[in-house]
């Protein structure tokens, strides 16, 4: 059975000109992505991004704007479903309260599910260090629209 995966991320740019990124391991699989993460039954898009932001930063945002919505085919790493994946840009409404790292995957404690953010200067953002097709998409269409603003 096939079915849609609609996901939902924020990309939060501090006055650095740097973006968060979050690394993950899950299903014994690492990957680097944008926070955000799956829609639930029942909630719109801003409500969703609201929900994961605290739940993966505790953090409350402001959403400022539509950014990507996926327009392309792309199958989950995790099961049968197509993803949709819908980018915002977002504000914290106060300082950060998490613990920035420096290098990839630099994960404290072990366990199933782990999670670490790091700030990374949109200039300097890689593709090889960005997981998913979708999320490549929005660091090339970032990158681009950062460079042409001349930041």
Not at 6 to 17: D, E, T, W
Not at 49 to 63: G, M, T
Not at 120 to 127: F, Q, T
Not at 142 to 147: A, D, F, G, T
Request: proline share 1%; with cysteine.
């Amino acid at each position: 059975m096939s079915y849609f995966n609609i996901r939902v991320y924020g990309l939060l740019i501090n006055q650095h000109g740097e973006v968060l990124v979050s690394d993950e391991q899950e299903y014994g699989m690492r990957f680097s992505k944008f926070p955000g993460g799956g829609l639930e039954l029942g909630e719109g898009l801003i409500e969703g991004l609201k929900r994961e932001f605290v739940e993966e930063c505790q953090a409350e945002i402001e959403v400022l704007a539509h950014f990507y919505t996926t327009d392309f085919y792309e199958r989950s790493s995790f099961n049968d479903s197509q993803v949709i994946s819908v980018y915002y840009l977002v504000k914290e409404k106060a300082p950060l309260q998490l613990t920035f790292k420096t290098k990839i995957y630099d994960f404290d404690g072990d366990g199933e599910l782990l999670q670490a953010f790091r700030w990374v200067k949109i200039k300097d953002l890689s593709l090889d260090e960005i997981t998913f097709k979708t999320d490549k998409t929005v660091v090339s269409l970032l990158k681009n629209q950062w460079l042409a603003n001349g930041e």
